[in-house]
């Protein structure tokens, strides 16, 4: 008896919690077999709408449709708990609710938590006790933590195993992991802070959101939205920023012409090629990225946003789709001035913050940060180049995206070198000093 | 691992319910922890699901004049959690055992006992403390003992045309203990073998009521009535031990379970025998505390 009364202490504001947890509104019109339902749910703080079958499960549509490719998929049927994710505060198996069930509920998964700048505590812990190996059951384990943790009766250090059950890990020995939990249930024995990364956000789906789930087999039915006409303002945090200054060597009132020329500036950007303007500063072009055997073909929509003809200014979205499921959104900002160190020369200025999911965004986003900048230094060669000769280089003639790859390939490496050797110097720095 | 095609509605009414549910071809859905991986395993495949979360009624929960009436939308954890479900003891001590901490977040009560797992927990806690079932269906409602409600493995009487409204479990009074465990090859997999008890003493110490389910070890929850084998074993200086012989013709009489390659029937056999002795002399000891401290 015991067991019981420790486990319904401290119930109140529990049970206040729970009364007050959405349940789903009635959904009168049946959804026929393999017909679209639009789901509206709030992931990570952002409200989205998909529209996906019903048998399309909550992991899929995180996955496919969002880009939150954190959250796993083991076994997809309960056991293996890699798709872990909190729906309306409880830790659920994101595989076993199709999105259908998850209309008007709060999901957050392990992008939520918290920021590769600011980790969540208990991801501060499981890098701190080795609490990964492979990382696969990673975002499981520490959704089902923080669930744990965040949620009444809480753990005792002699349950924490049995507690911690719910998600496999075949890496570790678990020995990292609940080590882990216990420190962040130490340290925080009211419960540990909350998810550290929700907030309105940008959520780009893989492929336009044409998944696995949608395609199996119901040929033809379409689960993603076709090619957008409109571009979305991408909001919350970027997976990456780049800021290039450049020197030009011809004066301002050449330079700026070749970018409101949007045939010309297209021309100017590597691998990048104007499909059709669409009127209204929207235009439809396509991109291509070749990196070694990274072959990316973005299908796309650009649109100026913002103009200052006397101030030189201007904002431009851009975002695109690649078949092979990754996609991006930018925000552009060119800004040119007379340069005051050359005479008759322009210093150009490129700002661009960049929004990636799918499969570009496990590229890491130092590469993805670094092949940008390349791509914006080739870019003011090649305006330079127009504004002098007041002709385009060809497509063709243009900057290389194997020289791009390389040289960002370069970069990274010499970084990865340098911090290393930053490391070795502080490992020997210690080693002095304990003798 | 991806469910077969299927229409899906959330009717706010019962009555659209049972409208859906009609023709027999449709499936309810209350917390789908065990519906879905048996729908991604292709394993069933309905043309409607019936979600019935939308429904208020459903999510009734608290004291009735039966006992605690659980809703059948009411998730696990929330009984886990709450403070009413210290009312019926044994509810509280095989909920933690039900799957995993991240199931019982959406998996229901009711959802458990119209499943029928041969070795789900809840099924032998109804079974044990006799709780009832209410079913909604074509020709009206009715209300079944969970005695008759179970009828072979993953089968109950709640026809494809039914759905289960709630279940009430009777709440423990001054004098009644009860004891619960199993054992799986890891927490949160099915029970090899498991055991729900119940034991109820009189003012002046005589046991008057003993019963036990097991459960994992037949088609359906085992339940024995079994006042005389503990009364005779209570005032032994280890009643465990005096209830020994009894649990192992117990064991020889219920698990009737074929072996597989988790265990063989006499493996069963034995851990159920073990089980049901320890859980019934805990059983008494609580009911004896109970009995002396008045409560419950």
């Known amino acids: 008896m015991t067991q019981l009364d420790d486990r319904t202490g401290s119930t109140a504001d529990t049970d206040a919690r729970a009364s007050h947890r959405p349940r789903p509104r009635p959904r009168a019109e049946k959804i026929p077999a393999g017909e679209l339902a639009e789901v509206s749910m709030t992931v990570n703080g952002a409200e989205v709408t998909v529209s996906v079958p019903a048998r399309v499960h909550l992991a899929d549509v995180l996955r496919e449709h969002l880009g939150l490719t954190g959250t796993h998929l083991g076994c997809e049927h309960g056991v293996c708990g890699m798709c872990t994710v909190l729906v309306d505060g409880d830790a659920a198996r994101a595989c076993l609710l199709f999105a259908v069930q998850c209309d008007g509920a709060e999901i957050v998964t392990v992008e939520g938590l918290g920021t590769a700048e600011e980790q969540h505590p208990l991801q501060q812990a499981f890098s701190a006790h080795h609490g990964l190996q492979c990382g696969f059951c990673t975002p499981g384990m520490l959704m089902s933590s923080y669930d744990l943790l965040a949620n009444p009766p809480g753990e005792t250090e002699e349950e924490l195993p049995e507690q911690m059950s719910g998600v496999l890990c075949r890496c570790t020995g678990y020995r990292g992991i609940l080590a882990a939990v216990s420190d962040v249930a130490q340290a925080y024995p009211d419960g540990p802070p909350a998810p550290g990364n929700c907030g309105a956000r940008t959520l780009v789906g893989r492929g336009g959101g044409r998944g696995p789930a949608g395609s199996a087999d119901d040929e033809g039915v379409e689960t993603g939205p076709a090619l957008p006409t409109e571009v979305r303002i991408p909001v919350g945090a970027p997976s990456a920023s780049v800021s290039v200054t450049s020197a030009l060597s011809s004066p301002i009132d050449d330079v700026w012409p070749v970018l409101e020329d949007f045939d010309q500036l297209a021309r100017c950007l590597p691998g990048a090629q104007l499909v059709e303007v669409l009127g209204d500063d929207r235009y439809r072009g396509r991109a291509t990225i070749a990196l070694g055997p990274v072959k990316l073909s973005f299908e796309g929509l650009a649109q100026v946003v913002e103009h200052d003809r006397d101030d030189h200014r201007m904002k431009v979205i851009a975002q695109g789709a690649d078949a092979s499921g990754s996609a991006t959104q930018a925000v552009i900002t060119l800004a040119a001035v007379p340069d005051e160190g050359s005479e008759g020369g322009t210093r150009l200025q490129a700002d661009a913050e960049l929004y990636l999911s799918g499969r570009i965004a496990q590229f890491g986003r130092a590469l993805a940060g670094d092949v940008s900048r390349r791509m914006f230094e080739q870019f003011a060669d090649a305006v330079d180049e127009t504004a002098r000769t007041g002709t385009a280089p060809e497509v063709g003639s243009g900057p290389s995206p194997v020289a791009i790859a390389a040289a960002a390939l370069r970069d990274a490496v010499g970084r990865r070198l340098r911090s290393a050797r930053a490391r070795i110097r502080e490992a020997v720095r210690r080693r002095r000093e304990r003798r | ?296």
């Open chain 2, 1 to 296: 691992m991806k469910a077969a095609p299927f229409a899906y509605v959330r009717p706010a009414d019962l009555d659209d319910v049972l409208d859906e549910l009609s023709g027999g071809d449709g499936k309810v859905l209350a917390g789908g922890q065990s519906l879905v991986p048996v729908l991604a395993m292709r394993l069933g495949r309905p043309a409607t699901l019936v979600d019935v979360t939308a429904v208020e009624e459903l999510h009734g929960y608290g004291a009735s004049a039966g006992g605690l009436r659980i809703g059948a939308a009411v998730r696990q954890r929330t009984v886990e959690r709450s403070a009413e479900a210290r009312a019926v003891p044994l509810l509280g001590l095989a909920l933690p055992f039900v799957g995993h901490r991240e199931l019982r977040s959406r998996g229901t009560v009711c959802g458990s006992l119209a499943h029928a797992d041969p070795a789900a927990e809840l099924p032998a806690v109804a079974c044990c403390v006799g709780a009832k079932i209410e079913v909604a269906g074509p020709g009206g409602r009715r209300t079944l003992g969970a005695r008759e409600f179970f009828v072979g493995a993953m089968t109950t009487a709640v026809t494809p045309e039914d759905v289960v409204v709630a279940a009430e479990f009777p709440v423990a009074a001054p004098g009644e203990g009860f004891g619960f465990a199993e054992i799986a090859r890891r927490h949160g997999d099915f029970a090899l073998a498991g055991v729900a008890t119940a034991v109820t003493v009189a003012e002046d110490g005589t046991v008057t009521d003993a019963r036990l389910t097991g459960f994992g070890i037949s088609d359906r929850p085992a339940f024995r009535e079994v006042t005389d084998l503990v009364r005779a074993a209570a005032d032994a200086d280890d009643v465990e031990r005096e209830l020994r012989g009894g649990a192992a013709e117990l064991a020889a009489e219920l698990v009737d379970t074929g072996g597989d390659t988790h265990g063989s029937t006499g493996y069963r056999r034995r851990l159920f025998s073990v089980l049901a002795a320890r859980e019934l002399a805990k059983a008494l000891r609580r009911a004896r505390g109970s009995r002396a401290s008045g409560r419950p």
